[in-house]
């Protein structure tokens, strides 16, 4: 079945630093990939998506692109503000109106001054 | 502009009561969805729902667990006698019919923290 691995965590940086987290996945078809991002006792925030292979997301500095050969959706941003210190989930979704999403077991994001 | 709304935030139970969340979701969203966040763990789907229909509850355990969207009002998840276990978070999303049936992204409310005593 579908699913979805992302790295564990924690991950802590210094503010600044580039971030990687990556996130691979396995589907049949031709999934959706979002990422998500929660901050403390809040729910999940939609940071950016991706519809079909080679589609890049972009959001907030942020940024991940859709490779269905290697089945991944990475997550990048250039420098880290402290601001950014949440969870991030890599989720997937089938194209058709009312799939659930699949989410990874989500990676803690630190970032200090 | 509300987003989705979900209450309570918090809620306490003994084992053995029932516990009842509500989701209000996003306007002009016809599509509701239940997720469920054990510590430490991604959201796991539960139960997909329209307007007075379960279209999916794949997700949702057999017994105990029931939802519904009625016609007039919010969604409803219902725990029944409920046990330690239980205590999670509960997240409803939302999300619109897309004019072409494809997948829209869903929009998620701040939780529901359920704590079993």
């Known amino acids: 079945g579908n699913s979805v691995t992302q790295m564990e965590g924690p991950v802590t940086l210094s503010e600044e630093a580039f971030l990687t987290i990556n996130c691979t996945y396995t589907?049949?078809?031709?999934?959706?990939l979002f990422w998500y991002v929660q901050y403390p006792g809040e729910g999940l925030q939609l940071l950016l998506k991706?519809?079909?292979?080679?589609d890049k997301g972009s959001n907030k500095g942020f940024e991940a692109t859709y490779r269905k050969e290697t089945t991944s959706f990475h997550l990048e941003k250039g420098s880290v503000q402290v601001s950014d210190s949440a969870v991030y989930f890599c989720?997937?979704?089938?194209?058709?109106?009312?799939?659930?999403?699949?989410f990874g077991k989500g990676t803690t994001l630190s970032v200090s001054s | 502009n509300a987003g989705v709304m979900q209450n309570p935030r918090h809620l306490v139970r003994r084992r053995g009561q029932e516990a009842r969340l509500r989701c209000s979701p996003m306007?002009?969203?016809?599509?509701v969805y239940w997720y469920r966040q054990l510590p430490e763990e991604g959201l796991k789907f539960m139960v997909y729902?329209?307007?007075?229909?379960?279209?999916?509850e794949s997700g949702m355990p057999k017994e105990r667990f029931s939802a519904e969207f009625p016609k007039e009002g919010p969604s409803i998840l219902r725990i029944q006698q409920v046990v330690r276990g239980d205590s999670a978070a509960y997240f409803c999303?939302?999300?619109?019919?897309?004019?072409?049936?494809?997948?829209?992204?869903?929009?998620f409310g701040d939780g529901t923290r359920l704590s079993i005593l």
């Open positions: 999303a939302s999300s619109p019919s897309g004019g072409d049936g494809s997948n829209q992204p869903q929009h």
């Open positions: 589907a049949t078809g031709y999934p959706s």
């Open positions: 991706a519809t079909k292979a080679d």
């Open positions: 989720a997937l979704g089938g194209s058709q109106a009312g799939t659930a999403l699949i």
């Open positions: 306007k002009g969203h016809s599509h």
């Open positions: 729902l329209q307007k007075e229909n379960i279209i999916d």
